[in-house]
């Protein structure tokens, strides 16, 4: 008898039809636009701040095409738990917890974040949790050992009384009790035992003394705090793999690859849960609620992930730098969904460890060497995995730990002459390697789906201030860009491979730091004409105006439609519209000049990982959605100095106007002029009407006048 499935889908009918009506008319409104322009090419000559204006016009129009493969068939996702086999039909998981700097990443957030996921609702037996750190730091290594103590009270309190939160910073600080149980006295008594017990366990965190470390240059360093001998308690890992100054680490993919082969010979589960250090399970059945697909029989033979969407504890109403990332987890990873399945997001996804193997045919044990490296143990887990059945829950034949093992495969030097990171494991070349890993799955036929529980499973910290979430962006958009340029380009690699549809929403994410392109040129260009009086755009009340309208409109409105349909403000909306123009100009340029400048050797690949320890009064500002412009000058001056170049020509234009009367010739160029200065309201309020140390540095004021200022009388003499 066929077993019943584990999980529903749901496909969105309502937004499909709307979607796909609007892409039409829009489509249509384009072919127009495009059709105006070239017939005008025929006319007259183009000057080059034309062609530019045309290509950027160009590019917006193919990245829109792009973007409306995630609108055409979205799809929710329900598992169904209680279908589950029972706890000893399982599989095993391995819990993978990357950490990088005790400075950025305080230890005390991590053991929080490994005791929640010690915690989850699973076997014990069946689940270890290993922590990467890439610090080399003593502090964490202390840190492991005081949670691993900690663990034995905290679990059984956990399962005992049924408790929610599993994370005890969030459980002791949280105001009400998450319980399945009524209170009881016996309960109370017990929290306050648990909570004297996590002070002292905190307290001891930060005592530990840091000695001299070198994050850069250490031997390897693996540790078992617990073993299996207490079946209660999940076995926990620490692993430092080596790092030496000239020898490349490649950061997170690096450190998710020696974890990847030291759990390979120590418990080799077929699951693998990956989460960043600041990123603790916020719901203990997130594990259980994977597993409905992993174990689904209509899709469990080409699933390699499960997607949870990233999502947040320290985000402020208004958001207004989108650290949410809203339409990335709320439209588009439901839209792929609905295709191939979303893109790997880093952190939060339960991967099938078979999938990262490489899908390589191996026969001989000289060819699983050449690609998997020379360690025999490490072989025999690969075998085992490829072999066995991966529902098969027979204890593997796990022989002891061998740390000299162990250190080999922390070695840095194990990988070279093998296919790690080109073809085996998480890929290194690009430093979203997120994006990249999953990517290539998808290429190789796997597929994922996208789990979005109304409880969030995985709550991590977001950047709340403008200058750390544009220094992600621009690594980001830089790690994009490397694929872009790179020959897996997703519309050279990707279209043999996969779906039109799933390539294009990976297209849309590669072109993305192209956005910077056709902003700069839409919000200096039609300026500098304003400036000097000459139409670009036709004149309004002719039926040309209202193709440029339509599209511009469609645009803004239809923005404005996902972001109330999917339960978001108006006021949402208007911030994305704010941040998308600030981070074009700032981190997808900046993305895009550092992969360019990688690409021919002018620099090299580098991840400066977040800080997760936030200064009051820069939140205090975030949450006051104030924004916070303490940052750099190159990271500063792009934003202001085009708003002052919008406002220096609206001014100049209107007067113009009014002198001449030609309003229906410029109108276009005057709204498009009005808009920028509008939308980007916050950076003016932060140049001409703040006080406050968040303000926009007159310095910085000074300059961008003088930049653009400069562009008004250049660009004028050059037209
Ligand atoms: O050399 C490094 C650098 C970083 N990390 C870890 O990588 C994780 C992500 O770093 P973070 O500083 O938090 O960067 P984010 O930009 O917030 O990370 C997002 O973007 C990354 C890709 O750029 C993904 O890997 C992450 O999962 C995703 O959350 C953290 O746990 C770090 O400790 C390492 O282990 N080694
Ligand atoms: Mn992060």
């Known amino acids: 008898m066929k077993s019943p499935p584990l999980h529903l889908s749901t496909p969105h009918i309502y937004s499909t039809i709307i979607n796909r009506s609007y892409s039409l008319f829009h489509f249509m409104a384009l072919i127009a636009l495009l059709y105006y322009r070239l017939s005008s090419f025929l006319l007259q000559n183009p000057t080059l701040p034309y062609l530019l204006l045309f290509a950027s016009e160009l590019l917006l129009s193919f990245i829109w095409l792009c973007s409306q493969a995630y609108l055409w068939a979205p799809v929710s996702r329900t598992p169904l738990p209680q279908r589950l086999p029972e706890n000893k039909e399982l599989p095993a998981i391995d819990v993978f917890i990357c950490a990088a700097d005790p400075k950025k990443e305080p230890p005390v957030e991590v053991m929080n974040t490994v ?37 034995r009270s905290w679990l059984p309190f956990c399962r005992r009384f049924g408790i ?36 002292k366990f905190k307290e001891s965190v930060k005592m530990a003394e840091e000695s001299e470390e ?69 719901d203990p059945t997130s594990a259980r609620q994977a597993m409905c697909f992993h174990l689904d029989p209509e899709i469990s033979s080409s699933l390699a992930f499960v997607q949870f969407p990233q999502k947040f504890h320290n985000i402020s109403k208004s958001d207004i730098y989108d650290a949410q990332l809203r339409t990335l987890f709320v439209i588009r990873w ?14 939060g996804f339960y991967m099938k460890r078979k999938a990262l193997y490489g899908n390589l045919p ?13 360690s025999n143990d490490f072989i025999m887990s690969v075998h085992h995995i490829n072999q066995h059945n991966l529902h098969d829950n027979k204890e593997s034949s796990s022989k002891p730990f061998q740390l000299q093992e162990a250190q080999f495969l922390a070695n840095c030097n194990y990988e070279k002459q093998t296919l790690w990171g080109k073809q085996i494991g998480f890929l290194y070349d690009s430093v979203v390697e997120d994006y990249f890993t999953g990517f290539i799955l998808h290429c190789r036929g796997w597929t994922s789906v996208f789990c979005n529980p109304s409880r969030p499973a995985f709550l991590g910290s977001a950047t709340t201030t403008l200058n750390d979430t544009l220094i992600q962006g621009t690594r980001w958009n830089s790690g994009l860009m490397e694929v872009a340029i790179s020959r897996y380009c997703p519309f050279i690699y990707a279209l043999s491979r996969m779906s039109l549809l799933q390539t294009m929403c990976y297209g849309y994410l590669a072109l993305q730091p192209l956005y910077s392109f056709s902003l700069w040129c839409l919000a200096t260009l039609p300026q500098l004409y304003l400036w000097n009086g000459i139409p670009i755009y036709p004149k309004v009340a002719s039926s040309w105006f209202f193709i440029f309208a ?59 990982p977040t800080n997760k320890v936030s200064d009051e009064g820069k939140f205090t500002l975030y949450q006051k959605g104030k924004f916070n412009y303490q940052t750099s000058t190159v990271l500063l001056a792009p ?37 920028v200065v509008v939308v980007n309201f916050p950076v003016i309020e932060g140049m001409l009407m703040r006080k406050d140390e968040g303000s926009v540095p007159v310095s910085v004021s000074i300059l961008s006048l003088i930049l653009s200022l400069t562009f008004l009388y250049l660009g004028s003499i050059v037209l």
Not at 184 to 198: A, D, G, L, R, T
Not at 334 to 347: A, C, F, K, N
């Open 550 to 608: 339509f599209v511009f409109l469609g645009s803004f409105f239809k923005h404005l439609e996902e972001v109330v349909s999917s339960g978001g403000s108006i006021q949402t909306w208007w911030n994305e519209q704010q941040i998308w123009m600030i981070k074009s100009v700032t981190a997808y340029t900046y993305g895009s000049i550092d992969a360019m400048m990688k690409w021919v050797g002018l620099r090299k690949a580098s991840f400066v």
């Open 639 to 675: 934003i202001v100095a085009l708003v002052i170049l919008n406002m220096v020509s609206l001014v100049g234009g209107v007067a113009r106007m009014l002198v001449t009367g030609t309003w229906k010739h410029m109108f276009g160029q005057v709204f498009l002029s009005l808009y």
């Open 362 to 374: 191996l026969k001989d044990v000289e060819q699983l060497k050449q690609s998997f490296g020379l």
């Open 214 to 282: 070198n994050a850069i240059d250490h031997p390897p360093a693996i540790e078992v705090l617990h073993d299996k001998s207490d079946k209660e308690i999940p076995l926990l890992v620490y692993v430092s793999r080596e790092k030496r100054p000239h020898q490349p680490h490649h950061f997170k993919a690096g450190a998710l690859n020696v974890l990847l082969r030291i759990s390979g010979i120590l418990t080799n589960s077929p699951y693998i849960l990956v989460l960043d250090c600041d990123m603790y399970c916020n």
């Open 115 to 151: 005791l929640s996921a010690m915690a989850l609702d699973y076997p014990p037996e069946k689940l270890s949790v290993y922590l990467s750190d890439d610090g080399g730091s003593s502090l964490t290594l202390k840190g492991m050992r005081e949670a691993s103590a900690f663990a």
């Open 334 to 347: 439901p839209g792929m969904d609905g295709l191939q399945g979303p893109i790997l997001s880093g952190t």
């Open 164 to 199: 929610k939160n599993r994370c005890p910073k969030v459980y002791f600080s949280s105001l009400e009790d998450d319980l399945i149980h009524s209170r009881s006295m016996e309960y109370e008594e017990e929290k306050e035992k648990i909570k004297k017990e996590y002070e």
